[in-house]
């Protein structure tokens, strides 16, 4: 005789493995009703070397005022796009940091981040391990993480630390990836963010040719991406290459640097807007995207909307 209580509890528990490998397969979207999506880089404390060539301002109050304002706009996700403290290796530089992630948790606002090259300072391994330390969910080398049917790509370009398998690696990855995206209908859209800038007029760090090698091919080719936005530059820029848009955010704090005004720099479609200290958000209404960028008033009196642009995507 057919156990029907049998047959009922074996589909039950091959339902349960289909949905927890499914809930596996993609990074979760984030349920908060605010959709926006924060981003923001270069936050780590400027250092004694720094200072004899670039010039402070109360860059670690701009900081603490950055993580403020974040926490109080309670977006549905945040990406710390490198440079996250001044040396990654020390605990001791991750306090400020540490107590803003506390209360991030505390808020349920999704937060993700990346390596940037003051992360890794000193030693990589230690700094590897401060940062899976604060962000066990995140991979040292690239992920993809999915918010409001917006598939962000992380990825580590700090090539010099990087040996020749985890390059290649993290290639094949990449490419893949954008290839999946392309024809997952329950993406919208996808953005590209790394630590170093693929174009930038700074003259401290200028343009990652490497990033332009790696990473910025698969970007102009894929269908669905719109927006590549990287730090390590401290300033705002935003360019247009082959269409499609490249922002530069890296005012988290770190020391403001010069930017190119000759004839052979990038023509930088933000060239009258350069606060020092910004973030960006993003929200999607539809098939629209409107990305801001707010800034920290020189008096440090608060923050206002500075530089704004919409971009369409597909239905």
């Known amino acids: 005789m057919i156990d029907l209580f049998s047959i009922a509890g074996m589909r039950i528990l091959a339902l349960s493995i289909f949905l927890f490998s499914f809930m596996q397969a993609r990074p979760q979207q984030a349920s908060k009703e605010n959709k926006e999506i924060d981003f ?5 404390q400027p250092l004694a070397i720094e200072k004899i060539k670039l010039r402070a301002n109360h860059n670690t109050q701009a900081t603490s005022m950055i993580f403020s304002e974040i926490l109080k706009n309670d977006p549905a996700a945040l990406y710390m796009l490198g440079d996250i403290v001044g040396i990654g290796s020390s605990n001791h530089k991750w306090r400020t940091v540490d107590r803003f992630i506390d209360s991030c948790h505390q808020e349920k606002i999704a937060l993700h981040a990346l390596l940037g090259n003051h ?8 700094g590897e391990k401060n940062f899976t330390k604060r962000f066990p969910q995140d991979d040292k080398l690239n ?9 962000i790509i992380m990825l580590n370009s700090n090539f010099k630390k990087l ?5 290649n690696k993290q290639s094949e990855w990449y490419n893949l990836q954008l290839k999946e995206l392309d024809n997952d209908h329950a993406v919208r859209t ?14 401290i760090v200028g343009s990652s040719r490497l990033v332009q090698q790696y990473f910025v091919p698969g970007f102009l080719q894929s269908e669905k991406c ?15 290459i082959s269409g499609k848009d490249f922002l530069t955010i890296g005012g988290g704090g770190g020391l403001h640097q010069p930017l190119d005004g000759s004839e052979k720099k990038i023509p930088d479609l933000a060239s009258a807007y350069k606060p020092m200290f910004h973030y960006l958000s993003v929200q999607r209404r539809d098939n629209t995207l409107f990305i801001a960028s707010h800034f920290l ?8 909307k500075g530089y704004s642009f919409e971009i369409k995507i597909a239905e």
């Open 40 to 44: 923001v880089s270069d936050t780590q």
């Open 119 to 126: 992360d890794l300072m000193w030693t990589r391994k230690k």
């Open 143 to 151: 992920y993809l993480s999915i918010t409001d049917s917006i598939a």
């Open 163 to 167: 040996t020749a398998d985890e390059i």
């Open 190 to 203: 996808i953005f590209v963010c790394c630590h170093h800038a693929p174009y930038s007029n700074s003259l």
């Open 226 to 240: 719109t927006l590549f936005i990287t730090g390590h530059a401290h300033a705002f820029e935003h360019f247009k």
């Open 297 to 304: 008033n020189n008096n440090f009196s608060g923050f206002q």
